[in-house]
Each structure stands twice: as structure tokens, then as C-alpha cells.
């Protein structure tokens, strides 16, 4: 099965981007793929063997489910893998881009429930979500 790649470019150093996207205070605040979901709880032991943990909920209560699993590599400001608890794996790179610039490349196995653009979609939402907040707080 193939992978699926995701981008973005953050206008942020990568000290702040870094943080912003690992730090479990601002993982609340723009974890979620639409304004109609949010992130209402976030653990993060950034190491390796490690784990994440994300709750990930509707707003109006109807659905919700934990997103999480365990990192096999950490390089602070630089990469980080992990295993979801499903097993499928996930690499994560910052890549300094000049003065001020830093990209994000998230590449992430499939699962086999929902079609694939549906998942590069919703995954590329919340990298989105991550960029406006970056760059607005």
C-alpha cells in the first residue's frame, strides 16, 4: 500500500513551530480537520517510546475517539516517527525554508476503511488548521 504525503509551509521559526505542533496546550487549539470538531484533551511524552494520546470530538457531543500512539524516533527540531495504535506508521519533518519559514511534511500509511483522498483531505485540514494558528498566535 502506498503512502500518503502532506505539506505545508508555516510563516514561523522552527522553535515555534515546533513547539506549537508538539506542546500538548496548543495541540487542543488546532487539532481538529473542521471548526465543528475539537481536541478537548492532549498528551505528549515526545520521546522515544513515548506516547501520544489525542481526544478528538464533535463539538455537539455526537461522536468522539482517541487518537494515539507511540514514537520510534525523535529528533528535536528536526523529525519524529511514530506507530499509531493501529499500527500503521507516521514520519513527521520540519524543514527550516529561509527567514522566518518552516515546512511541515507528514507521510502516513492509509487504513483501508476510507478512500484515500479522503484521508490526505482530512489530514491536510488539520495541517491547515495548524498553519493559521502558527501564524496567528
Not at 36 to 62: I, Q, T, V
Not at 83 to 88: A, I, L, P, S, Y
Request: charged residues 25%; proline residues 4%.
Amino acid at each position: 500500500m502506498e503512502t500518503i504525503k502532506i505539506n505545508a509551509t508555516v510563516n514561523a521559526g522552527l522553535e515555534k513551530v515546533w513547539d506549537y505542533y508538539n506542546n500538548p496546550q496548543h495541540v487542543q487549539q488546532w487539532n481538529a480537520a473542521h471548526e465543528s470538531w475539537h481536541c478537548p484533551k492532549a498528551e505528549n511524552d515526545l520521546r522515544e517510546g513515548g506516547r501520544f494520546s489525542y481526544r478528538m470530538e464533535a463539538r455537539d457531543g455526537s461522536f468522539g475517539f482517541d487518537f494515539g500512539g507511540v514514537y520510534d524516533t525523535v529528533k528535536p527540531k528536526d523529525s519524529f516517527s511514530y506507530t499509531m495504535d493501529d499500527q500503521r506508521k507516521v514520519n513527521v519533518s520540519f524543514v527550516p525554508e529561509g527567514e522566518g519559514k518552516t515546512g511541515i511534511v507528514v507521510v502516513f500509511d492509509p487504513e483501508a476503511q476510507n478512500p484515500v483522498e479522503m484521508q490526505e483531505q482530512g489530514w491536510q485540514a488539520i495541517l491547515d488548521n495548524f498553519k493559521h494558528y502558527a501564524e496567528t498566535h
